[in-house]
């Protein structure tokens, strides 16, 4: 995926809360990733979020942390707020704990922001933790793969 997002020039930046960086951790595992990887941000708190990559007070109030709307103004933030052409961010509840009957473990909500618009994917995924954190990634993987397109 780095080499097709190095042959058609564009950088990318992740955004991070449950994953706590695992997804720019594993893309600068690769050699030469540093002509991608523009920047990542992890940003587990409600607090980082809002800091970091402008994610509004009230859709965090109103919504919460692990929402549509949050993973895509996390997106249009790193988007925003880095040199990179394609953001992808993932907020969810990895557990053991947090989980609730209307967000349970394993919901993880994914944003994608390109110059062509912001858009997300809602998953549940099934497991433990580290389960949970894994599968987030792929996702955010085959996001940007997509973000390419």
């Not at 992890?42 to 919504?63: C, D, F, I, M, W």
């Not at 953001?87 to 609730?100: D, F, H, R």
Request: net charge neutral; charged share 20%.
């Amino acid at each position: 995926m780095l080499a097709d997002y190095r042959t058609a020039g564009k950088r990318l930046a992740t955004a991070e809360s449950c994953t706590g960086g695992l997804v720019a951790g594993l893309l600068t595992e690769i050699a030469g990733s540093s002509d991608v990887v523009e920047r990542g941000f992890v940003t587990y708190s409600n607090e980082a979020k809002q800091e970091l990559l402008g994610v509004p007070a009230e859709t965090l109030a109103r919504v919460g942390a692990v929402s549509a709307e949050t993973a895509e103004a996390m997106a249009a933030g790193a988007l925003a707020r880095s040199r990179a052409e394609v953001a992808v961010a993932i907020t969810g509840i990895a557990g053991p704990g947090g989980g609730s009957p209307e967000k349970p473990v394993g919901l993880v909500f994914f944003g994608l922001a390109t110059p062509a618009g912001v858009s997300h994917r809602r998953r549940v995924f099934a497991g433990d933790r580290s389960a949970v954190r894994l599968a987030s990634v792929r996702e955010a993987l085959a996001l940007l793969r997509d973000g390419l397109g």
